[in-house]
Structure formats: C-alpha cells, structure tokens
C-alpha cells in the first residue's frame, strides 16, 4: 500500500476552469470534474490546504467542489470547534464580491463554512475573512487591524462592499492572484480559458490581463515555486505546457474564431519564461502533463509535490 504523504498543513493553489475544448478533446465535462475532485482530496488526505481562487456562481466548478468533496473530507478536529486551519481557503476577487448577493454568501458560509475559509482581496496584502454567525455575516481583516464588521441584511452588505475601494476587473485579478502567490507553496494548473471568440456564448473569453492559468504560473516560476501543469485536459494549460517546450505544437486545440489580442503576449511572455523553468520543475512538469489517468494522477501529483517540498528539496518559505 502507498504511504500518504504529508503536506504538513502546507497550501497546494489550483489554478483551473472547465476548457472549452474539452469535449474536442474526446473528454466528458465529468471527467474533468473528477481529476479536480481527486486532486483535492489527496491533498486533503495528505493533511495540506487547497487554494482557489473564483466565482460564486450556483452550479459552478466551485461549488460542485465544495459539495462533492469537503464534507466527506474535512478532519473532524474542524467540525469540533476549528481548532486547525481549514482544509479550503477560497479567495474571492475584489470585482467578483461586488457581483455577488447577500444572500449566496450567507447560503456558502452556512453550508461550508466549517471547513471553508473565504477571504475577499481587496489588495494583495489586504484580506477580509467572511464567516458566519448565526442569522449574521462577519467581516474581519485577517490581520486584526480593525473591529469586524457585523452584517445582517442585504442593505447593509450592499453598503459594506460599496465603501471598498474600487478597482477594474483586471486589477481585481491581478491583486487576487498575486495574494495567491504570497499564500502559496505549490501550484497545480489545469483547463483554463483561452480567449478564443469562436466558442459560443463567450465561455472562452478571460477578463484579466491575460489568462488566470499564464498569469499564476508566470508567477510560480518566478518565485521558483513548485508547479505541475495537466496538459491532457486542454484548455490555457495545454497551450502552456506547449509553450514551455513540453509537449509538441502539433497537439494545440485548433481555435474556432478570432483570438483575444492579450492571448498572443501572454504565449510570448510563458515561451520567454520557459528558458527560466528550471530542470526540477522541467522534469516534474513533463512527467505529468499529458497523463489522464484520474485517480492515480492525482496520487502522484501530490506525493511528487510533497517530496520537493521536504526541506531537503527545497528553499520556499
């Protein structure tokens, strides 16, 4: 039997969205649901914490993460009075918590909030953890800078997200992801959007200064930190793995339409970056990137993650 490996309550980031090349690719929206399911639960069994960053939308890639896993995972000694950090930190853009209702946050606290921490990025270094208590939201710093704020009906909670300061979507992105990198000690990258204006209904368009997945492993392999990209999915992630020199160019999604103009810079920007990757990231990236074996993927990915984690490996804080 496999030992489980320990991540010692370290944060594993997952940086992905549904592709819409999935099916193109001769694969079920299920099967790509269930690579994100495993991944989280192993890195939950391995004792770490699962960084995310999105939306709150009902039917979502995020809320299917939280019903289908967290409650059959999260450790008991979190159900019995929150003595450890739970197992979820969600983070959710400035611009996007605008967007969202009083009501959906108070109905995700209620149901996952004991083993779900949600933090609002109103800066890189400025966090408000949400909670619930009892018929109430509360809002706090995590630095504990300022009183929390108590919040219980709509109005107050439309007046609240007013008096933050106001950003574009894309600095909302950018503040949310570089958070991310500060809290993060090993990222996985998965499908993504890829700016192409042929798919339907704009499911590929990104709204940051270039896609989530560039733009968070641009930053793990400035910040040398350890990344595993799953080409096999498609998405912004294939396109990145080609990028780096992983994996042949033959084997890009053809595009449908026209391509948003940031796209072609952030290819630019990642083939630049792939002359930094260095050789661990290199040969841990080309282990994994076209396997789609699911469960057993998604053991090996957080075991190898865990090993260059060990001191001995590594030089992260």
Same mark, same amino acid.
């Given at each position: 039997?496999?030992?489980?490996?320990?991540?010692?309550?370290? +944060?594993?980031?997952?940086?992905?969205?549904?592709?819409?090349?999935?099916?193109?690719?001769?694969?079920?929206?299920?099967?790509?649901?269930?690579? #994100?399911?495993?991944?989280?639960?192993?890195?939950?069994?391995?004792?770490?914490?699962?960084?995310?960053?999105?939306?709150?939308?009902?039917?979502?890639?995020?809320?299917?993460?939280?019903?289908?896993?967290?409650?059959?995972?999260?450790?008991?000694?979190? &159900?019995?009075?929150?003595?450890?950090?739970?197992?979820?930190?969600?983070?959710?853009?400035?611009?996007?918590?605008?967007?969202?209702?009083?009501? &959906? +946050?108070?109905?995700?606290?209620?149901?996952?909030?004991?083993?779900?921490?949600? !933090?609002?990025?109103?800066?890189?270094?400025?966090?408000?953890?949400?909670?619930?208590?009892?018929?109430?939201?509360?809002?706090?710093?995590?630095?504990?800078?300022?009183?929390?704020?108590?919040?219980?009906?709509?109005?107050?909670?439309?007046?609240?997200?007013?008096?933050?300061?106001?950003?574009?979507?894309? *600095?909302?992105?950018?503040?949310?992801?570089?958070?991310?990198?500060?809290?993060?000690?090993? !990222?996985?990258?998965?499908?993504?959007?890829?700016? *192409?204006?042929?798919?339907?209904?704009? !499911?590929?368009?990104?709204?940051?200064?270039?896609?989530?997945?560039?733009?968070?492993?641009?930053?793990?392999?400035?910040?040398?930190?350890?990344?595993?990209?799953?080409?096999?999915?498609?998405?912004?992630?294939? *396109?990145?793995?080609?990028?780096?020199?992983?994996?042949?160019?033959?084997?890009?999604?053809?595009?449908?339409?026209?391509?948003?103009?940031?796209?072609? *810079?952030?290819?630019?920007?990642?083939?630049?970056?792939?002359?930094?990757?260095?050789?661990?990231?290199?040969?841990?990236? #080309?282990?994994?990137?076209?396997?789609?074996?699911?469960?057993?993927?998604?053991?090996?990915?957080?075991? +190898?993650?865990?090993?260059?984690?060990?001191?001995?490996?590594?030089?992260?804080?």
């Amino acid at each position: 039997m496999n030992a489980i490996p320990n991540l010692h309550g370290r +944060v594993v980031a997952l940086s992905m969205s549904p592709p819409a090349d999935l099916g193109r690719l001769g694969f079920p929206t299920t099967e790509f649901d269930q690579v #994100v399911f495993n991944l989280c639960m192993r890195v939950i069994r391995a004792q770490g914490r699962i960084l995310f960053g999105g939306h709150l939308q009902e039917g979502g890639i995020t809320a299917r993460m939280f019903e289908c896993i967290a409650h059959a995972y999260a450790p008991p000694a979190l &159900r019995e009075g929150g003595r450890m950090a739970k197992p979820f930190l969600h983070l959710l853009p400035l611009s996007e918590f605008r967007r969202v209702s009083f009501a &959906r +946050v108070f109905e995700i606290q209620s149901q996952f909030g004991s083993f779900l921490e949600t !933090r609002v990025i109103v800066d890189e270094n400025v966090h408000l953890s949400v909670s619930r208590r009892s018929d109430k939201l509360t809002i706090h710093d995590t630095e504990g800078k300022r009183a929390p704020f108590i919040i219980d009906t709509p109005a107050d909670f439309a007046k609240f997200s007013s008096d933050l300061p106001t950003r574009r979507e894309a *600095d909302a992105l950018t503040a949310m992801r570089n958070a991310a990198r500060i809290l993060t000690r090993a !990222r996985i990258a998965l499908g993504g959007k890829r700016g *192409d204006l042929g798919v339907s209904g704009d !499911r590929d368009r990104f709204f940051g200064a270039m896609p989530g997945i560039y733009e968070e492993t641009i930053s793990s392999i400035e910040s040398r930190t350890p990344f595993v990209v799953l080409g096999a999915y498609g998405g912004a992630a294939r *396109d990145v793995a080609i990028d780096l020199g992983l994996i042949d160019p033959n084997l890009e999604t053809p595009y449908l339409g026209e391509i948003q103009p940031d796209y072609g *810079d952030a290819r630019a920007r990642m083939r630049e970056m792939g002359r930094e990757l260095s050789q661990a990231d290199r040969d841990t990236a #080309v282990e994994f990137v076209l396997r789609e074996d699911c469960e057993v993927l998604a053991r090996d990915v957080i075991a +190898v993650i865990a090993r260059r984690l060990e001191p001995s490996q590594t030089r992260f804080r």
